[in-house]
Every structure is written in C-alpha cells, then in structure tokens.
Nanobody, 126 residues
Framework: VQLQASGGGSVQAGGSLRLSCAAS????????MGWFRQAPGKEREFVAGARSSGGSISYADSVKGRFTISRDNAKNTMYLQMNSLKPEDTAAYYC????????????????????WGQGTQVTVSS
C-alpha cells in the first residue's frame, strides 16, 4: 500500500486547510486510516482516524470540533478538513493505513498502522 498525502500549506490563525491521503497499490476492502502529526522536538501524536466502512471515527481532544475526517471509498482516499486552525496545530501531518477495522482505542496507537505516507507540512501563523 502506498499513501500519498497532500494539501498542507501556510495559513493564518483561524484559517482552514484540507488534507488528502490517497491509498494505492494492494489496498484492502476493509481498512482504517488515521492522521497523526509531529511538531519539531515532539512525539508523533494521533489527530483523527476512521474506518473505511463507517462506524467508528475518533478525534484527539485537541482537534475535536475543529477537524473533520471524511472518506471517499471509491477513491481509497481520506480527507482531513481543518478549520479554526491555531498556531499549535503547526506540524508535519502524516496519514497512516491499517488493514482491517480498528476499534476507536486502537486508532490512537501508531503501532496499529502498517503503512505511512510522507508528511505534509501545516504551518499556522498568529
């Protein structure tokens, strides 16, 4: 599975961006995709995750109400709509893919994902 992330950029606080992550290659009919982010000097942290077949969606508390994850199963693509961006959202954002349907608590765990895309940088200025 190859993941291609895109959509990062620089915005002012309060602005919006939409990230995309397209999966290609040997994809699975049931899968979970997640978004993580990593700021300089910090650990990679969970942002949001969703299963391909609907049902479980999970968000980190820090982004709940501002970020929305969605998917287009026909395109094997997952999106992260980020609104009301804050300077503390500045980070490299990574998408990740796990064959199978993870439960919500597992979505938060980096080790649950088998495939990772390259990071896309999001910079929010105050």
């Amino acid at each position: 599975v190859q993941l291609q992330a895109s959509g990062g950029g620089s915005v002012q606080a309060g602005g919006s961006l939409r990230l995309s992550c397209a999966a290609s290659g040997r994809t699975f009919s049931g899968y979970t995709m997640g978004w993580f982010r990593q700021a300089p000097g910090k650990e990679r942290e969970f942002v949001a995750g969703a299963r391909s077949s609907g049902g479980s969606i999970s968000y980190a508390d820090s982004v709940k109400g501002r970020f929305t994850i969605s998917r287009d199963n026909a395109k094997n693509t997952m999106y992260l709509q980020m609104n009301s961006l804050k300077p503390e959202d500045t980070a490299a954002y990574y998408c990740a893919y796990a064959p199978g349907r993870l439960i919500s608590s597992s979505m938060w765990t980096k080790e649950a994902y088998d495939y990772w895309g390259q990071g896309t940088q999001v910079t929010v200025s105050s």
